[in-house]
């Protein structure tokens, strides 16, 4: 489990210097975990699709889609306030972000590996329910290798 857990840090890491373009700021997991347990002051976003938000999310955490994201999911929410977002690895969540900071909100962060690397990291996601969970939507077979034993509700068409 702990090699599988290494060689999938290492697999998202080299993903990630390919496809993240650095537009953006990051956040690790670490560091976020410890500001949103020391903080409520944090909204956290989580721009997957509903299916994949309904297996998992992260707690108190917000649904505001990837497809048909608008910035009207965030409503009443202050430009300044501390924004971390993310998805599976962190290239959807960095493209939302984008369009975060373009249209005024100052603090705004990418979360390094997404929930995948959340979860193989046995940080805490809950369910629809908000039921403690450790299942993950893996988005499809190989994006799922990423994820120490992940689950696949769905494959998403393209």
Not at 24 to 49: F, G, H, M, Y
Not at 119 to 142: C, I
Request: proline share 4%; with cysteine.
């Amino acid at each position: 489990m702990v090699e599988d857990n290494r060689r999938n840090i290492k697999k998202i890491k080299f993903v990630l210097k390919q496809m993240l373009h650095g537009t953006v700021p990051t956040i690790s997991t670490d560091k976020l975990a410890d500001l949103i347990n020391c903080s409520s002051q944090w909204c956290l976003l989580d721009c997957r699709e509903s299916n994949e938000f309904e297996v998992s999310h992260l707690p108190d955490a917000k649904w505001v889609g990837y497809k048909n994201f608008t910035l009207f999911n965030l409503k009443g929410i202050p430009k300044d306030t501390k924004i971390a977002l993310y998805c599976s690895i962190g290239v959807r969540s960095e493209q939302i972000a984008e369009k975060l900071i373009a249209s005024g909100f100052s603090k705004v962060w990418n979360l390094y590996g997404g929930i995948f690397a959340w979860a193989n990291e046995h940080k805490p996601l809950v369910d629809h329910n908000s039921n403690p969970t450790f299942v993950v939507h893996g988005y499809d077979q190989k994006w799922g290798e990423l994820v120490n034993n992940p689950v696949f509700t769905k494959v998403l068409s393209n």
